[in-house]
C-alpha cells in the first residue's frame, strides 16, 4: 500500500504535489458547465503544467429550459456535446457521465460506486469537487460522496 506524501502547509500546493506525486487530477461535478464555471481556470492550469486531467459529470444536464420544444433526451445531448468542448479548450481527458438525470442524483450506494470506480481507474493524487448544499438537489447530493 502506498502512502500519501508529506505535503508542506506552508508551500504551494501544486509544487508540492508535483515534486512528490503523479500529476492526476479529477473534477466531479454534478452537471455539464459546472466544471467551467467554478473551477476552469484551475483544470487549465493543471493541464498548462502537464497534469493528467479527468472530469466527472454525474447529470447530464437535461433539465434548464423553459423551452417546450426542447425535449430532456435532446437538451442532454447539448449539454454533453457543451462539455466535451469545453473539456477539449481546457485540456483535459473527454468527460465522463455518469447519466443521471437532474434531479436524481442520491447519496447513496450506486454513486458511491460509481465514483469509487472512477477514483480507481484514474487514482489522482488531486480531486477537484464543488462543495454545495443549497442550490438543488443535484449538487448538495453529488457534494456529499
Request: aromatic content about 4%.
Amino acid at each position: 500500500m502506498t502512502t500519501a506524501p508529506q505535503i508542506d502547509p506552508a508551500a504551494d500546493l501544486l509544487d508540492e504535489l508535483e515534486a512528490k506525486a503523479p500529476k492526476r487530477a479529477l473534477a466531479v461535478f454534478a452537471h455539464p458547465d459546472d466544471a467551467e464555471f467554478t473551477s476552469g481556470g484551475t483544470l487549465a492550469l493543471l493541464c498548462a503544467r502537464g497534469w493528467d486531467v479527468n472530469v466527472v459529470v454525474t447529470t447530464s444536464g437535461n433539465k434548464g429550459t423553459k423551452d417546450p420544444e426542447v425535449t430532456p433526451q435532446y437538451l442532454a445531448g447539448i449539454r454533453e456535446e457543451e462539455q466535451r468542448r469545453a473539456s477539449a479548450i481546457l485540456g483535459t481527458h473527454e468527460p465522463i457521465f455518469l447519466g443521471f438525470p437532474d434531479g436524481y442524483v442520491h447519496d447513496d450506494d450506486e454513486l458511491r460506486g460509481l465514483l469509487v470506480r472512477q477514483l480507481r481507474i484514474h487514482r489522482p493524487e488531486l480531486v477537484i469537487d464543488r462543495k454545495s448544499t443549497r442550490l438543488n438537489s443535484s449538487h448538495s447530493q453529488q457534494s456529499r460522496m
